[in-house]
C-alpha cells in the first residue's frame, strides 16, 4: 500500500487552525469503504480482505465508527454546514448492505443540510451490483454510481487481478439503468502489461457502447508493495511503457471526442454537464472532510489523513478522539503549488495572470498550453506532459 | 633508575644494525614489528595494541603502511654484547616504490617476510630485486608457521630458489604467537653488516621518510651517514639549499625521546619547524649549514606523478572545502599534486597527479573520511607527450588539452610489469596483457607451478582495472607490480561525446585507435540508459574529432504525468512535483539537453564494472 505522507501530529480533538468561512467554498464528504472481498494485483489503495481483519473490525462494525466520525465533524466545525457532495469510495462500498449505506445518508441529513440536487456517488464492483441493491441506492438518495470496468479483455482483467466478467459490466449498466440511474461512470485502465493497442481499441467501444454519461481512464502504475510490483521485481511482468501508454491515450481521446465525450481533466471525459462535482471540488481546492480509515481531509489549507489500520481507527473513535493519523498545514508556498498542481490538469485551466510570463511563453512555445480568453490551457501534448508543465509554472 | 646503555648520538657503529622488512600485503610485517617491540622490550606488556607503529587509521584498517617509521630497539646479543637494533619500516606498495628504495638505502640488510601459506607476491619480489640491486644482505624468513594451511616446505623451496641459499637456511617464524621472533633478532645481529661511515667528515644524513604532525609540524625521519647531528643546530637541505634550525633530535623507541644528537650508522628523527613535507624531501641529504658537506648522496628524486584524474565534490558548494581539504593532504604528501579544473558536467574540481592508483585510492578514502567529502572521481589517465606538425611539442595531462591540430607523434608512459601467478592460469593472464597491448619479454618459473611474466605494459592500460581482471581472472592468485619506464610511440586519439551535438568534457578520452570504437560504443550505450528523455529527440554521439564512430539516439519523452490525482493523492503528489523541482536544479545543462548529476555520476563509476563485464 503506498505509504501515507509524513506529517506533523493531528491534535487529539481534530481542533483546526482555521474554521473560518467554510460556508463560502463548497465542503463535501469523502466515505472510504476499506473492504474487499479479493484484493487487485495493482491496489494500492487502504484496502482490506476480511482475512486480513479482527472479527471487530470487519465490515459490519464499519458503520458504528463512521457515523460517530460524521458526529466529530460538527464538533470540530461548530458550525452548520451545507453538504455539497458526497462520494463513497474505496475498496468495495457496494459490499456495504444498502441498508447501512441509507442509514449513514439518513445519519447526514440529520445532522448537515444537503445542498439541493447534491451529487451522491458509490463506487461499484460490476460484481456486487444487483437489482435490489440498485433500487435500495438510488431510494437512499445515492445519484451516481462509479462502474470499475478496467477493461473489457479477459486476459487484461486477469493480469489485473479483477474477478469480474466482462459480460457483468454491461448487465450492472442494465440494472443501474433499469432502476432509473441516470449518472453512471466507468472506469478504465490503460497500460496493463500484455494489452495491445487493439485490446485498449475493444475496451473503450464496449465502454462507449454503454453510453455512459461520465468515463474515467487511467494509466496503470505498478506501485512497490502491490503484488503486481512483487511480478515486475522478480520479472514475470514489463513495466507500463510511457511510449505505449502515450500511444493509449491518444486513442482514448480521438475516440472519446469523436463520441462528443469532453475531457475535463487529464483522465476523465464526461458528456456536457456531467463531470463529476466531487472530484472538480478536490481540484479546485475546496474543503471535504474523508471519514473512514486512512481517509484524508482538507479545510482552509490544512491536509490530514486519518489512521489506516481500521482497529485504530476505530479505537480513536471509541475513545472520543479524533481518529487521525497526522496532518500538514500548508505554508503560502505549498498552497500556490497546489492550485497550480490541480488546476492546472483542468480543461478551465488556470488563469493566465497568475502565471509568470515568462513560463507561459516558453510554455506556449513548447506547444503545451495555449491561451484561451483569460486562461491557459494544456494542449493535448500538454496533457501527456503535465508535470513538466506545472514544474515550468512553478519555478 | 635505569641506566641507558648505549644512549643515542653516542652508539659505536659497530653496534648498530639497521634492517628494514620487505613483505607483501597481509603478510604479517606488522605483527612481527609488535613482537619485535614487546621482545626487546620497549613497549611494555600492557601498553601493548596491535599494529603499533601503523600510525592512520586506514593503515589500521586496510593492513597497509603507507608511512614509513623507523623504531630503535635494544638487543643482547648471543656475544653478549648490547646491540641497537633499528627497525625501519616500509611501505608495501606498488605507488611508493620510491619510498621503498630509500628506505632500503638506509639499511643494510632485509628480512624478506612471506606467509608460509601463500608464497612470495609479485611486489615482495619487485622489492627484494631492488634490495638486491643495492647489495643488501636478505634474511628469508617464513612467517605464519602457525597457521593450519602453511606450506613451509615448498615456500622454504621457492624462496630458496629466489633467494640463491640453501631452503634449510630459510627462518620460520610466527609472528603471532613469537615462535622463532628471537633467533630472527639474534639472526640480524648476527647477519646484517654493521654501518660504515666517517665520524670526523661533514654531516650528511638521508631523509627517508617526512611526515606532518599537526602539533609539531613535520617530522623527518634520517640516516646518518657520515658525521654527526647535534640540537639546535643548522642544518641545510642539500638539494634545495634552505637551512632550519634542528628544533628537536631524537629516536622513536617506540615513543619520540630527544637525544643529544645522531651519530654515524644512526637513525631518528629531527624536527626543524616546517609545516609542509615538500620542504622535508624523502630522498634528500641533510648537511651542517656551517660546514655543509660537497657531495649529496646519490638517488634524490622529485616524486612524479604517473597517474591524473579529477576530483569533483558532488555538491557544487564543496569546493572551498576540497581545497582546504587537499592543502592539508599535501603537508603530509609530497607526490600529491593539484590545479583547479572546471567541467560543464561536474563543474568545479581540481585535476590531480598521483604516483599510481592506490595513491589515489587512498587520497579520495582519506578525502572522504577525514573531510567528509563527497567527490565524484573522473576515469584516471595519463600524461603524453605530443609532437605537432608544426614542430612544437606539448605535454598533457588531461584529454580536454588533447591537441585539434595536426599531430606527429604521440608518446605514452609504459611501464615494467612483473606478474606472479599460478601456472594453471597463464593462458588468462597473457590474454589479458596482450588485451591491454602489453609485450612480453619473459617467463621464468619460480617453483613447480607459479611463474613470474615480465611485460611491457602502457601506463594508461592498467590504471584503469587492470588489477582487478587480473585477480578475477586468476581466482585472485595472481599478483602484480610495475615500475615506469619510459614512453612509446603509440596510435592514439581522443573521443569525444556528444550530447545533440555538444561535447560533454567529462567523458573525452584519449584511447588507442583499435579501441575508439568499443569506448565509443559502450559509453554512448550507457549515457542513453542514464539520461532521462528530453522533450526532443538528442543523439548521443561518441566523435574522433569531426567523425562520428558510435550513435544512440534517446528518443523524445511522449508522457510525463500521473493519471491519478484525487483528495489522498495530493499531498504525496505535491511532495513528489516538489523533489522533482529540487532535483531539476541539480539539472546539468549540456547545450539544451538536462542531465541529473547522478547520470554523470553514475556513468563514470560504473566503467570499470561495465568494462569488465565486456571481456
Given at each position: 500500500?503506498?505509504?501515507?505522507?509524513?506529517?506533523?501530529?493531528?491534535?487529539?480533538?481534530?481542533?483546526?487552525?482555521?474554521?473560518?468561512?467554510?460556508?463560502?467554498?463548497?465542503?463535501?464528504?469523502?466515505?472510504?469503504?476499506?473492504?474487499?472481498?479479493?484484493?487487485?494485483?495493482?491496489?494500492?489503495?487502504?484496502?482490506?480482505?476480511?482475512?486480513?481483519?479482527?472479527?471487530?473490525?470487519?465490515?459490519?462494525?464499519?458503520?458504528?465508527?463512521?457515523?460517530?466520525?460524521?458526529?466529530?465533524?460538527?464538533?470540530?466545525?461548530?458550525?452548520?454546514?451545507?453538504?455539497?457532495?458526497?462520494?463513497?469510495?474505496?475498496?468495495?462500498?457496494?459490499?456495504?448492505?444498502?441498508?447501512?449505506?441509507?442509514?449513514?445518508?439518513?445519519?447526514?441529513?440529520?445532522?448537515?443540510?444537503?445542498?439541493?440536487?447534491?451529487?451522491?456517488?458509490?463506487?461499484?464492483?460490476?460484481?456486487?451490483?444487483?437489482?435490489?441493491?440498485?433500487?435500495?441506492?438510488?431510494?437512499?438518495?445515492?445519484?451516481?454510481?462509479?462502474?470499475?470496468?478496467?477493461?473489457?479483455?479477459?486476459?487484461?482483467?486477469?493480469?489485473?487481478?479483477?474477478?469480474?466478467?466482462?459480460?457483468?459490466?454491461?448487465?450492472?449498466?442494465?440494472?443501474?439503468?433499469?432502476?432509473?440511474?441516470?449518472?453512471?461512470?466507468?472506469?478504465?485502465?490503460?497500460?496493463?502489461?500484455?494489452?495491445?493497442?487493439?485490446?485498449?481499441?475493444?475496451?473503450?467501444?464496449?465502454?462507449?457502447?454503454?453510453?455512459?454519461?461520465?468515463?474515467?481512464?487511467?494509466?496503470?502504475?505498478?506501485?512497490?508493495?502491490?503484488?503486481?510490483?512483487?511480478?515486475?521485481?522478480?520479472?514475470?511482468?514489463?513495466?507500463?511503457?510511457?511510449?505505449?501508454?502515450?500511444?493509449?491515450?491518444?486513442?482514448?481521446?480521438?475516440?472519446?471526442?469523436?463520441?462528443?465525450?469532453?475531457?475535463?481533466?487529464?483522465?476523465?471525459?464526461?458528456?456536457?454537464?456531467?463531470?463529476?462535482?466531487?472530484?472538480?471540488?478536490?481540484?479546485?481546492?475546496?474543503?471535504?472532510?474523508?471519514?473512514?480509515?486512512?481517509?484524508?481531509?482538507?479545510?482552509?489549507?490544512?491536509?490530514?489523513?486519518?489512521?489506516?489500520?481500521?482497529?485504530?481507527?476505530?479505537?480513536?473513535?471509541?475513545?472520543?478522539?479524533?481518529?487521525?493519523?497526522?496532518?500538514?498545514?500548508?505554508?503560502?508556498?505549498?498552497?500556490?503549488?497546489?492550485?497550480?498542481?490541480?488546476?492546472?490538469?483542468?480543461?478551465?485551466?488556470?488563469?493566465?495572470?497568475?502565471?509568470?510570463?515568462?513560463?507561459?511563453?516558453?510554455?506556449?512555445?513548447?506547444?503545451?498550453?495555449?491561451?484561451?480568453?483569460?486562461?491557459?490551457?494544456?494542449?493535448?501534448?500538454?496533457?501527456?506532459?503535465?508535470?513538466?508543465?506545472?514544474?515550468?509554472?512553478?519555478? | 633508575m635505569t641506566i641507558e646503555i648505549n644512549p643515542a648520538g653516542t652508539t659505536p657503529p659497530e653496534l648498530i644494525r639497521n634492517f628494514c622488512v620487505i613483505a607483501h600485503i597481509d603478510h604479517g610485517k606488522s605483527t612481527l614489528a609488535d613482537r619485535m617491540l614487546q621482545i626487546t622490550g620497549v613497549v611494555e606488556e600492557r601498553n601493548m595494541r596491535a599494529q603499533y607503529l601503523d600510525r592512520m587509521d586506514i593503515e589500521r584498517e586496510r593492513g597497509i603502511t603507507i608511512k614509513s617509521q623507523a623504531v630503535r630497539l635494544p638487543w643482547v646479543g648471543l656475544d653478549n654484547k648490547n646491540y641497537i637494533l633499528n627497525l625501519i619500516d616500509t611501505p608495501g606498495h606498488v605507488d611508493f616504490t620510491y619510498e621503498v628504495s630509500r628506505s632500503l638505502e638506509a639499511c643494510e640488510g632485509t628480512i624478506l617476510l612471506v606467509d608460509a601459506a601463500q608464497g612470495i607476491e609479485a611486489q615482495t619480489l619487485a622489492n627484494l630485486y631492488l634490495a638486491l640491486e643495492n647489495d643488501m644482505k636478505i634474511i628469508p624468513v617464513l612467517n605464519k608457521i602457525d597457521l593450519p594451511a602453511a606450506q613451509p616446505d615448498k615456500y622454504a623451496a621457492e624462496l630458496a630458489n629466489i633467494v640463491g641459499c640453501k631452503p634449510s637456511d630459510v627462518l620460520r617464524v610466527s609472528a603471532k604467537t613469537g615462535e622463532g621472533v628471537k633467533e630472527l633478532l639474534d639472526l640480524v645481529v648476527v647477519e646484517v653488516p654493521a654501518p660504515i661511515g666517517?665520524?670526523?667528515?661533514?654531516?650528511?644524513a638521508m631523509i627517508f621518510d617526512s611526515v606532518?604532525d599537526?602539533?609539531?609540524?613535520?617530522v623527518t625521519y634520517v640516516r646518518v651517514i657520515?658525521?654527526?647531528?647535534?640540537?639546535?643546530?643548522?642544518?641545510?637541505?642539500?638539494?634545495?639549499?634552505?637551512?632550519?634550525?634542528?628544533?628537536?633530535i631524537g629516536v622513536i623507541s617506540p615513543e619520540p625521546k630527544s637525544t643529544?644528537?645522531l651519530g654515524v650508522g644512526e637513525v631518528g628523527y629531527l624536527?626543524?619547524?616546517?609545516?609542509?613535507?615538500?620542504?622535508?624531501?624523502v630522498g634528500?641529504?641533510?648537511?651542517?649549514?656551517?660546514?655543509?658537506?660537497?657531495?649529496?648522496?646519490?638517488g634524490?628524486?622529485?616524486?612524479?606523478?604517473?597517474?591524473?584524474?579529477?576530483?569533483?565534490?558532488?555538491?557544487?558548494?564543496?569546493?572551498?572545502?576540497?581545497?582546504?581539504?587537499?592543502?592539508?593532504?599535501?603537508?603530509?604528501?609530497?607526490?600529491?599534486?593539484?590545479?583547479?579544473?572546471?567541467?560543464?558536467?561536474?563543474?568545479?574540481?581540481?585535476?590531480?597527479?598521483?604516483l599510481g592508483?592506490l595513491h589515489?585510492e587512498i587520497?579520495?578514502?582519506?578525502?572522504?573520511?577525514?573531510?567528509?567529502?563527497?567527490?565524484?572521481?573522473?576515469?584516471?589517465?595519463?600524461?603524453?607527450?605530443?609532437?605537432?606538425?608544426?614542430?612544437?611539442?606539448?605535454?598533457?595531462?588531461?584529454?580536454?588539452?588533447?591537441?585539434?591540430?595536426?599531430?606527429?607523434?604521440?608518446?605514452?608512459?609504459?611501464?615494467k610489469a612483473t606478474i606472479l601467478t599460478p601456472s594453471d592460469y597463464i593462458?588468462?593472464v597473457?590474454?589479458?596483457?596482450?588485451?591491454?597491448?602489453?609485450?612480453?619479454?619473459n617467463m621464468d618459473y619460480l617453483s613447480e607451478d607459479r611463474v613470474e611474466i615480465r611485460?611491457?605494459?602502457?601506463?594508461?592500460?592498467?590504471?584503469?582495472?587492470?588489477f582487478?581482471?587480473l585477480k578475477?581472472?586468476t581466482r585472485g592468485y595472481a599478483s602484480f607490480d610495475y615500475e615506469?619506464?619510459?614512453?612509446?610511440?603509440?596510435?592514439?586519439?581522443?573521443?569525444?561525446?556528444?550530447?545533440?551535438?555538444?561535447?560533454?568534457?567529462?567523458?573525452?578520452?584519449?584511447?588507442?585507435?583499435?579501441?575508439?570504437?568499443?569506448?565509443?560504443?559502450?559509453?554512448?550505450?550507457?549515457?542513453?540508459?542514464?539520461?532521462?528523455?528530453?522533450?526532443?529527440?538528442?543523439?548521443?554521439?561518441?566523435?574522433?574529432?569531426?567523425?562520428?564512430?558510435?550513435?544512440?539516439?534517446?528518443?523524445?519523452?511522449?508522457?510525463?504525468?500521473?493519471?491519478?490525482?484525487?483528495?489522498?493523492?495530493?499531498?504525496?503528489?505535491?511532495?513528489?512535483?516538489?523533489?522533482?523541482?529540487?532535483?531539476?536544479?541539480?539539472?546539468?545543462?549540456?547545450?539544451?539537453?538536462?542531465?541529473?548529476?547522478?547520470?554523470?555520476?553514475?556513468?563514470?563509476?560504473?566503467?570499470?564494472?561495465?568494462?569488465?563485464?565486456?571481456?
Amino acid at each position: 500500500m503506498a505509504a501515507l505522507p509524513e506529517g506533523d501530529p493531528a491534535p487529539i480533538d481534530g481542533e483546526l487552525p482555521n474554521k473560518s468561512d467554510l460556508k463560502s467554498k463548497p465542503f463535501s464528504l469523502y466515505v472510504h469503504v476499506p473492504y474487499c472481498a479479493k484484493r487487485c494485483g495493482y491496489c494500492d489503495f487502504n484496502t482490506y480482505v476480511p482475512s486480513e481483519l479482527d472479527k471487530d473490525d470487519q465490515i459490519q462494525s464499519w458503520l458504528t465508527s463512521a457515523i460517530k466520525e460524521l458526529g466529530l465533524i460538527k464538533k470540530v466545525t461548530k458550525q452548520d454546514l451545507v453538504i455539497d457532495t458526497i462520494f463513497f469510495g474505496g475498496g468495495t462500498p457496494s459490499l456495504l448492505e444498502p441498508e447501512v449505506i441509507n442509514e449513514f445518508l439518513e445519519n447526514v441529513s440529520r445532522r448537515y443540510s444537503l445542498k439541493p440536487k447534491i451529487e451522491i456517488t458509490l463506487e461499484a464492483n460490476p460484481d456486487t451490483i444487483t437489482q435490489e441493491k440498485s433500487d435500495y441506492w438510488l431510494a437512499s438518495g445515492v445519484n451516481r454510481i462509479s462502474i470499475g470496468m478496467q477493461s473489457s479483455t479477459k486476459n487484461v482483467l486477469q493480469t489485473l487481478d479483477r474477478t469480474h466478467n466482462p459480460e457483468n459490466v454491461f448487465n450492472s449498466v442494465k440494472i443501474l439503468k433499469d432502476s432509473g440511474f441516470i449518472n453512471y461512470s466507468l472506469d478504465l485502465i490503460y497500460g496493463t502489461p500484455g494489452e495491445s493497442l487493439e485490446d485498449w481499441d475493444k475496451t473503450l467501444n464496449d465502454a462507449l457502447a454503454l453510453e455512459p454519461p461520465h468515463i474515467s481512464a487511467y494509466s496503470l502504475v505498478i506501485e512497490p508493495g502491490t503484488k503486481m510490483g512483487a511480478q515486475l521485481n522478480r520479472g514475470e511482468i514489463s513495466n507500463v511503457s510511457d511510449d505505449d501508454a502515450a500511444d493509449k491515450y491518444s486513442l482514448a481521446e480521438q475516440i472519446f471526442s469523436s463520441r462528443k465525450y469532453e475531457w475535463y481533466e487529464i483522465s476523465n471525459w464526461s458528456r456536457s454537464e456531467m463531470q463529476c462535482q466531487h472530484n472538480l471540488n478536490y481540484w479546485r481546492g475546496n474543503n471535504w472532510w474523508g471519514i473512514g480509515p486512512g481517509a484524508h481531509s482538507h479545510i482552509n489549507g490544512v491536509r490530514w489523513w486519518n489512521e489506516k489500520l481500521p482497529k485504530n481507527w476505530r479505537e480513536k473513535l471509541t475513545r472520543n478522539q479524533s481518529p487521525a493519523l497526522a496532518r500538514e498545514i500548508l505554508s503560502e508556498r505549498q498552497i500556490k503549488d497546489e492550485k497550480l498542481m490541480l488546476l492546472s490538469r483542468l480543461r478551465t485551466g488556470i488563469k493566465s495572470k497568475e502565471v509568470k510570463s515568462s513560463a507561459r511563453n516558453s510554455l506556449i512555445e513548447q506547444g503545451l498550453i495555449f491561451e484561451e480568453s483569460e486562461n491557459i490551457v494544456l494542449t493535448l501534448k500538454g496533457r501527456f506532459l503535465a508535470d513538466v508543465v506545472f514544474r515550468h509554472l512553478s519555478e | 633508575m635505569t641506566i641507558e646503555i648505549n644512549p643515542a648520538g653516542t652508539t659505536p657503529p659497530e653496534l648498530i644494525r639497521n634492517f628494514c622488512v620487505i613483505a607483501h600485503i597481509d603478510h604479517g610485517k606488522s605483527t612481527l614489528a609488535d613482537r619485535m617491540l614487546q621482545i626487546t622490550g620497549v613497549v611494555e606488556e600492557r601498553n601493548m595494541r596491535a599494529q603499533y607503529l601503523d600510525r592512520m587509521d586506514i593503515e589500521r584498517e586496510r593492513g597497509i603502511t603507507i608511512k614509513s617509521q623507523a623504531v630503535r630497539l635494544p638487543w643482547v646479543g648471543l656475544d653478549n654484547k648490547n646491540y641497537i637494533l633499528n627497525l625501519i619500516d616500509t611501505p608495501g606498495h606498488v605507488d611508493f616504490t620510491y619510498e621503498v628504495s630509500r628506505s632500503l638505502e638506509a639499511c643494510e640488510g632485509t628480512i624478506l617476510l612471506v606467509d608460509a601459506a601463500q608464497g612470495i607476491e609479485a611486489q615482495t619480489l619487485a622489492n627484494l630485486y631492488l634490495a638486491l640491486e643495492n647489495d643488501m644482505k636478505i634474511i628469508p624468513v617464513l612467517n605464519k608457521i602457525d597457521l593450519p594451511a602453511a606450506q613451509p616446505d615448498k615456500y622454504a623451496a621457492e624462496l630458496a630458489n629466489i633467494v640463491g641459499c640453501k631452503p634449510s637456511d630459510v627462518l620460520r617464524v610466527s609472528a603471532k604467537t613469537g615462535e622463532g621472533v628471537k633467533e630472527l633478532l639474534d639472526l640480524v645481529v648476527v647477519e646484517v653488516p654493521a654501518p660504515i661511515g666517517d665520524p670526523k667528515a661533514p654531516a650528511r644524513a638521508m631523509i627517508f621518510d617526512s611526515v606532518y604532525d599537526t602539533y609539531r609540524g613535520v617530522v623527518t625521519y634520517v640516516r646518518v651517514i657520515d658525521g654527526k647531528l647535534t640540537p639546535r643546530e643548522k642544518i641545510k637541505m642539500m638539494s634545495s639549499g634552505a637551512t632550519h634550525e634542528l628544533l628537536d633530535i631524537g629516536v622513536i623507541s617506540p615513543e619520540p625521546k630527544s637525544t643529544k644528537g645522531l651519530g654515524v650508522g644512526e637513525v631518528g628523527y629531527l624536527i626543524t619547524g616546517v609545516k609542509d613535507v615538500r620542504q622535508s624531501r624523502v630522498g634528500d641529504t641533510i648537511t651542517d649549514s656551517i660546514k655543509p658537506a660537497t657531495q649529496a648522496l646519490a638517488g634524490f628524486r622529485d616524486p612524479k606523478p604517473m597517474v591524473f584524474a579529477g576530483l569533483f565534490p558532488i555538491d557544487g558548494s564543496d569546493y572551498p572545502l576540497l581545497r582546504d581539504a587537499l592543502d592539508k593532504l599535501q603537508l603530509n604528501d609530497a607526490a600529491l599534486v593539484y590545479e583547479p579544473e572546471s567541467s560543464v558536467a561536474l563543474g568545479f574540481g581540481y585535476r590531480c597527479g598521483f604516483l599510481g592508483l592506490l595513491h589515489l585510492e587512498i587520497v579520495r578514502e582519506r578525502l572522504d573520511r577525514e573531510f567528509n567529502l563527497s567527490l565524484i572521481s573522473t576515469a584516471p589517465s595519463v600524461g603524453y607527450r605530443i609532437l605537432l606538425e608544426d614542430g612544437q611539442e606539448i605535454s598533457i595531462t588531461n584529454p580536454s588539452e588533447f591537441p585539434s591540430g595536426k599531430i606527429t607523434e604521440i608518446y605514452e608512459p609504459v611501464v615494467k610489469a612483473t606478474i606472479l601467478t599460478p601456472s594453471d592460469y597463464i593462458g588468462p593472464v597473457m590474454e589479458l596483457a596482450q588485451d591491454r597491448r602489453g609485450q612480453m619479454h619473459n617467463m621464468d618459473y619460480l617453483s613447480e607451478d607459479r611463474v613470474e611474466i615480465r611485460y611491457t605494459l602502457p601506463l594508461a592500460e592498467i590504471v584503469f582495472d587492470f588489477f582487478d581482471q587480473l585477480k578475477s581472472k586468476t581466482r585472485g592468485y595472481a599478483s602484480f607490480d610495475y615500475e615506469p619506464s619510459g614512453e612509446q610511440v603509440a596510435e592514439l586519439v581522443k573521443v569525444d561525446i556528444l550530447l545533440h551535438g555538444d561535447p560533454v568534457d567529462a567523458f573525452s578520452s584519449i584511447v588507442h585507435k583499435d579501441k575508439a570504437y568499443a569506448y565509443g560504443v559502450e559509453m554512448t550505450g550507457r549515457l542513453k540508459e542514464l539520461i532521462p528523455r528530453q522533450q526532443f529527440e538528442v543523439p548521443i554521439q561518441a566523435a574522433i574529432g569531426t567523425r562520428i564512430i558510435a550513435r544512440e539516439t534517446l528518443r523524445a519523452i511522449r508522457k510525463d504525468v500521473l493519471a491519478k490525482c484525487y483528495g489522498g493523492d495530493i499531498s504525496r503528489k505535491r511532495k513528489l512535483l516538489e523533489k522533482q523541482k529540487e532535483g531539476k536544479k541539480r539539472m546539468k545543462m549540456v547545450g539544451r539537453v538536462e542531465v541529473p548529476q547522478e547520470a554523470f555520476v553514475a556513468a563514470l563509476q560504473t566503467n570499470a564494472d561495465s568494462a569488465s563485464k565486456d571481456k
